[in-house]
T-cell receptor
Framework: NAGVMQNPRHLVRRRGQEARLRCSPM?????VYWYRQLPEEGLKFMVY????????ESGMPKERFSAEFPKEGPSILRIQQVVRGDSAAYFC???????????FGSGTRLTVV | AQSVTQLGSHVSVSEGALVLLRCNYS??????LFWYVQYPNQGLQLLLK??????LVKGINGFEAEFKKSETSFHLTKPSAHMSDAAEYFC???????????????FGKGTKLTVNP
């Protein structure tokens, strides 16, 4: 029973490029959360999705960032026109529903050069 | 708005000594409280959580935490540190969830635990 799978583990992008981060939730999990961890900081909530719906995007930057969780396939966090300040570890977590708690993936470490 | 304060960004203990990691929270509603552990270049693993009921919560790897409402604290303890406990520990708080609501967590900045032989 695989855990939450994130890929790639490491991603290097030049300033101005697009970054696509993928998250495959655990089997049977239909709730996905994305968090960002900046150096020396705790995790900050970005967005909460259920299949085909964004439920809470209160932590998402207003520009350049978007997320989706289609009916089929993984959840995608997309960052357009990346800047150095986007360099961080991005973690996905999944849950089977409310009040179950959730399981984190190992993260994608984005470096913008 | 909720917040979490972890006192001490670095804590160092000797192997076999008591581990005490401090966490204070701020919440306008009765909170859910969590402790997570993160090993280098890995994701977060849940150690324990408090939702309702008994205020002393036991978790994995011999850790426990006590919810003290009057002190707004949720400190993490372990009687005897092991070398394998060296990691970063995060305290987190979330609202009690309304139907259809978000269970987002607010994290503290973390405490790095070093265990000396």
């Amino acid at each position: 029973n695989a855990g939450v799978m994130q890929n790639p583990r490491h991603l290097v992008r030049r300033r101005g490029q697009e970054a696509r981060l993928r998250c495959s939730p655990m089997k049977g999990h239909s709730h996905v959360y994305w968090y960002r961890q900046l150096p020396e900081e705790g995790l900050k909530f970005m967005v909460y999705l259920q299949k085909e719906n964004i439920i809470d995007e209160s932590g998402m930057p207003k520009e350049r960032f978007s997320a989706e969780f289609p009916k089929e396939g993984p959840s995608i966090l997309r960052i357009q026109q990346v800047v150095r300040g986007d360099s961080a570890a991005y973690f996905c977590a999944s849950s089977p529903g409310q009040s179950y708690g959730y399981t984190f993936g190992s993260g994608t470490r984005l470096t913008v050069v | 708005a909720q917040s979490v304060t972890q006192l001490g960004s670095h804590v160092s203990v000797s192997e076999g000594a008591l581990v005490l990691l401090r966490c204070n929270y701020s919440s306008s509603v009765p909170p859910y409280l969590f402790w997570y552990v993160q090993y280098p270049n890995q994701g977060l693993q849940l150690l324990l959580k408090y939702t309702t009921g008994a205020t002393l919560v036991k978790g994995i790897n011999g850790f426990e935490a006590e919810f003290k409402k009057s002190e707004t604290s949720f400190h993490l303890t372990k009687p005897s540190a092991h070398m394998s406990d060296a990691a970063e520990y995060f305290c987190a708080v979330s609202d009690r969830v309304t139907q259809g609501g978000s269970e987002k967590l607010v994290f503290g900045k973390g405490t790095k635990l070093t265990v000396n032989p």
